[in-house]
């Protein structure tokens, strides 16, 4: 049984598989942790067929036993971040080629009621006013992101629902819903800039010169200020050794150089039932909890979950 925090503010973010929690929002996770909010992280997977893309970790050993040493990797990272953890069941479908089927019984080949099953069942025993995860396009097109976005979708809609998943326990009602906007072309761009303004070789040079020629980014509703936890971020990250290789890639930039350009993670405000200004007119939040901590403030759990309810209602 999950062990709800007095603060009776709980913040949950759903990934598809390890390591993406360390890669997508990690310092958001970190400091909301740090501040007292009770933050869980749901991953729908557990990265069975990823690729081992640290050549130093690249051994048969270890690609035999990749199941148990990504799940002590999250383990170690979860530590790291000050937050908990929990597994959905689901394996891992891999990135399958231009044509090729999806590996049967994996995650995106489910229904999205059953992919949902699970998760609608951790909504209503954790009950968090806020949700973190992709946008409908996953962020980049692995399957198990785009499913993770339609199941945590469904399972935000069914738990509300009191005559949808009837076994998964009672109705909860999410008041937030945010997709991440990490990595985007943006942020590369500002440290390109920043980097060869200062006389400094840009790793990120080569990645922008081939970025697709893709649709405009959803907005930014929302900057999170985390700078302060960007260390602890990357120690989480480089915990998931088999997917991190120190100095190269996400590792590469000057970490002093992100700070002083883009020292927060930022997020769009996808659905609100809170008593909140609107984003709609350019305004930016700077907290994700933004028109819920009035309601939340002072009061149990229990009956924190019951404002949610009258205010969203």
Known sequence: MLIQHQSGLRLLAVHAHPDDESSKGAATLARYA?????????????????????????????????????????????????????????????????????????????????????LVALIREFRPQVVITYDETGGYPHPDHVMTHRATLEAIEAAADGTRYREAGEPWQVAKLYYHLALSRAWFQALHDAMTAKGMPSPMGELLAGWPDTPPALATTTRIACAEQFAVRDAALLAHATQVQPGVAFMAHPRDIEREVWPTEDYHLARSLAAAPSTGDGRVETDLFEGLRPEFAGQSSKDAGQSSKEGCG
């Open 34 to 118: 740090a501040e007292g909010v009770d933050v869980l992280v749901a991953t729908c997977t557990g990265g069975e067929r990823g690729s081992v893309l640290n050549p130093a970790m690249d051994t048969p050993e270890v690609r035999a036993d990749l199941a148990r040493i990504r799940r002590r990797e999250m383990a170690s990272a979860r530590e790291i971040l000050g937050v908990r953890q929990q597994f959905l069941g689901f394996v891992d479908s891999g990135m399958p080629g231009p044509g090729d089927p999806l590996p049967e019984g994996c995650f995106a080949a489910q229904p999205v009621e059953v992919a949902a099953g699970p």
